[in-house]
């Protein structure tokens, strides 16, 4: 059974502050990555796909992938009360995305 | 660009009437749609992949003569809850991923509220 584990939260930062989220996956295999937002009541929102080792970045959303650790994490700098949502990591599993249960984020003004 | 509609975006039923659900990618076509369903407070679960052509893939424990899924081209495909029921009320939601772009990037749609009377 494919798993990808996350930390339900809610995770509380201070706005300004730098949020970190985290997610580990059990398919060794795995080669794409993705981090989802959604808003209460709303669906899913693509915000980063990565698929090498390393960090990528795209504005205030930095992603980090580590395959021999079998973890990926979403940083998110200079966070806003309009970050605050849940944020799905998926790991693609044979032509499906297999999600996470999600982290609740929480930023305070 | 990757623009996903769906229709309705909610819709009330009585107990054993059916619901058609419509989901289009609007800027891309869709060499594969994904239908999941969420309840209150839990993640997403995914009931079926579709190929446009071809017949749906549906995932263990979902019932494929109640959740009729047709994708008929590559910008549509559609889920019908047949003879739908209370705890059939759920928020749907599909997914398209344009495989011509090489990736496995999942465009979602807006959901679908389902409230079954």
């Known amino acids: 059974q494919k798993e990808v584990e996350q930390n339900s939260g809610p995770l509380s930062v201070p706005e300004g502050a730098i949020a970190s989220l985290n997610c580990t996956y059990s398919d060794r295999g795995s080669q794409s990555f993705f981090w989802y937002r959604q808003y209460s009541g709303k669906s899913p929102e693509l915000i980063m796909s990565?698929?090498?080792?390393g960090d990528k970045e795209d504005g205030r959303f930095t992603a980090q992938l580590n395959k021999a650790s079998q973890y990926v994490s979403l940083l998110i700098r200079d966070s806003q009360p309009s970050d605050s949502a849940t944020y799905l990591c998926a790991v693609n599993g044979g032509g499906k995305l297999i999600f996470g249960q999600g982290t609740e984020l929480s930023v305070k003004p | 660009g990757a623009v996903v509609s769906q229709h309705p975006s909610w819709v009330i039923c009585k107990s054993g009437t059916s619901v058609k659900i419509e989901c289009r990618s609007l800027?891309?076509?869709?060499?594969?749609m994904f239908w999941y369903r969420q309840f209150p407070k839990q993640s997403l679960m995914l009931m079926a992949t579709?190929?446009?052509?071809?017949?749906?893939?549906?995932e263990q424990g979902v019932e494929k003569d109640k959740f009729l899924i047709n994708h008929a081209s590559l910008t549509l495909s559609t889920l019908t809850v047949t003879s739908a029921h209370p705890e059939d009320s759920s928020f749907y939601i599909c997914?398209?991923?344009?495989?011509?772009?090489?990736?496995?990037?999942?465009?979602f749609g807006p959901g679908t509220r389902l409230t079954v009377t």
């Open positions: 997914s398209a991923n344009d495989r011509g772009e090489g990736s496995y990037e999942q465009y």
């Open positions: 800027d891309f076509q869709a060499t594969t």
């Open positions: 990565i698929y090498s080792n």
């Open positions: 579709s190929n446009e052509g071809s017949k749906a893939t549906y």
